[in-house]
Structures are given as structure tokens and as C-alpha cells.
């Protein structure tokens, strides 16, 4: 099923590929691997599909890092900040350095305005090395959020921006903030 719906995604029949997928999962109700493709093709366009999706999966896989971490980003983009902490911290729990398991986390604990936990938790990956720019501004908007102005803007004028979204979000916290 799985082989089949990527190659008919691969001939831009998206709605084939999703409509196999769900048949599938409705046929074999434990196979994770569909689960997760259909929650993960829900993300963009069907976030409350996509959490109903995630939670089945979970309860089939309680440790699922993946599952744990796309959940967790759903429930900070719906507001549900403390299952979205719960779901976040498990993730960390299983994978301390990933940097994007630790952005879903820190942006949950940013939107509940504990912005000291979140920047403990920036502070295991955010260094020099780091390429991922969004998870970059995301740290620097809860340096900015704390009230850590300084140590904020000189953070964005260390680094150098070229994808204009990127830009355009530097810009932007630049300008909320006051920089």
C-alpha cells in the first residue's frame, strides 16, 4: 500500500494515492506505516483529521517519536498547550539533541509564556552549526518574548538570511521588537 501510494503520487494522483491509503487503514486498522502517511498528507490542509489520525496511532504505538513529535506540533497549533507539552516532552525524552523535537517543544512552552524552560531546551541545540534557520527564529523570538533584547538582536546579526521567507521573518521580529 505504501509503495503504491507513493508511485501514484508520483503520477500527481494525490487523491488516488490518499483515497488507497485510507482504504487500506480501514482494512488493517494496526498498520502504523499508513497512519502515519495518511496523518502526514492530513497536516496541511485537515489539521483535526490529521490529530484524530495521530491519537489512533499512538494508542497502536505509545512511543512512535514521530507520531509523538506531529502531534505535539498539532496541539501548539490548535492551542492545546499542555498536551502539546506532554506529547512534546516524551518526543525529547527520546531523542534529547533533535533539533526539530525540541523546537515543537520549546514553542509550546513559548505560547504558555515560559520562556526559561524554552530557551533550557534551545540551549542543547542552538549553536553555530545550526542550519535549520526557522528553528534559529524561532530561538531568537523567545530570547526577544523573555525580554532578552540584547543577546536577541545580536543573534540576528550574527547570522546571514538569503530565502526570503527567512528574511522576511527576521524583518518582521526586528520590527515587532523594537530592534
Known amino acids: 500500500a ?14 488516488e494515492a490518499l483515497a488507497l491509503l485510507q482504504k487500506h487503514a480501514e482494512a488493517y486498522p494496526n498498520d502504523i506505516a499508513v497512519k502515519m502517511m495518511i496523518a502526514e498528507r492530513q497536516i496541511s ?3 483535526q ?18 507520531v509523538l513529535n506531529n502531534l505535539a506540533y498539532l496541539y501548539t497549533q490548535n492551542g ?16 534529547p539533541n533533535n533539533p526539530d523535537a525540541v523546537d515543537t517543544l520549546a514553542q509550546a512552552l513559548m505560547k504558555q509564556e515560559k520562556y526559561d524552560d524554552a530557551l533550557r531546551y534551545y ?18 523570538e523567545v530570547l526577544l518574548a523573555s525580554g532578552n533584547n540584547t543577546l ?5 546579526a550574527e547570522r546571514k538570511f538569503t530565502d526570503e521567507e527567512i528574511v522576511s521573518r527576521a524583518n518582521s521580529l526586528k520590527k515587532q521588537y523594537g530592534l
Open 80 to 95: 492545546r498547550l499542555k498536551e502539546a507539552e506532554k506529547y512534546a516532552k516524551q518526543a525529547v525524552d527520546q531523542h
Open 45 to 47: 490542509g485537515d489539521e
Open 152 to 156: 536577541g538582536r545580536r543573534k540576528l
Open 123 to 140: 540551549d542543547r541545540v542552538i549553536n553555530d552549526s545550526m542550519t535549520n534557520n526557522e528553528i534559529y527564529l524561532n530561538y531568537v
Open 2 to 15: 505504501v509503495l503504491l501510494a507513493v508511485n501514484l503520487e508520483r503520477l500527481d494522483k494525490k487523491e
Open 49 to 66: 483529521n490529521a490529530i484524530a489520525t495521530y491519537e489512533k496511532t499512538l494508542e497502536l504505538n505509545p512511543n512512535n517519536f514521530v
